[in-house]
């Protein structure tokens, strides 16, 4: 049977749920873009300038991270920079921290961004598939009640599969949505641990 007849028996709930699987392949698809386009995965050349800001050589520690557009990368070279050219009073520690504490809430809501959207997405499908299988199982006893005794069960039966096609495609794209909904959350989450943890270790690296 051909997709475009087998995709026509589910209705136009099926239909829904397409354009719904092309837009979360969009989203997704963006965002494997913006984080390759900022190596997100790139973590070393962080442990590496900090190496060289704890051992003295502030100046290159701050050159060799402040070209790079990672994330937790311009978060502790803003940090770097700041402790850099200024005097860290009590006062200016603590506003320090403030616009730090801004900036990473910037970048994570930056990349947190279209989450939610996939995470609805995720839920919605499998109930419009559960919907669709729904009328179409009520079309299908409608067909056995116009037949009266002349049931044709191979009738009621292709009725029953092609009611249960839109369940199936609901699946088919809710997994995969929250597959990589769940993924970009766990990125995210890691890059909130790796800012935290860089910053704190470059503003009490005086503390002994």
Do not use: C
Not at 181 to 197: G, M, P, Q, V
């Amino acid at each position: 049977m051909e997709i475009t007849s087998l995709l026509a028996k589910g209705g136009p709930v099926v239909y829904i749920l397409l354009g719904l699987s092309v837009y979360v392949l969009t989203i997704i698809i963006y965002k494997l873009h913006v984080l390759y386009k900022v190596n997100f995965f790139r973590f070393d050349v962080t442990q590496e300038s900090l190496n060289m800001w704890f051992n003295d050589n502030k100046e290159d520690a701050y050159k060799i991270i402040s070209k790079d557009k990672h994330p937790q990368k311009e978060v502790v070279s803003f940090t770097m920079y700041h402790m850099l050219k200024n005097n860290l009073t009590q006062d200016k520690e603590r506003y320090l921290r403030e616009e730090v504490s801004r900036l990473s809430q910037e970048r994570l809501e930056y990349f947190d961004s279209n989450l939610d959207t996939l995470k609805v997405i995720a839920m919605v499908a499998p109930l419009l598939g559960l919907l669709g299988t729904v009328f179409g199982m009520i079309d299908a006893f409608q067909q056995m009640e116009m037949a009266g005794n002349n049931i044709n069960p191979s009738t009621l039966s292709g009725g029953i599969w092609e009611a249960l096609l839109t369940t199936a495609v609901g699946l088919s794209v809710a997994i995969p949505t929250v597959l990589f909904e769940s993924f970009f959350r766990a990125t995210n989450d890691k890059l909130k641990i790796n800012i935290e943890h860089s910053v704190t270790k470059l503003l009490t690296a005086h503390i002994d």
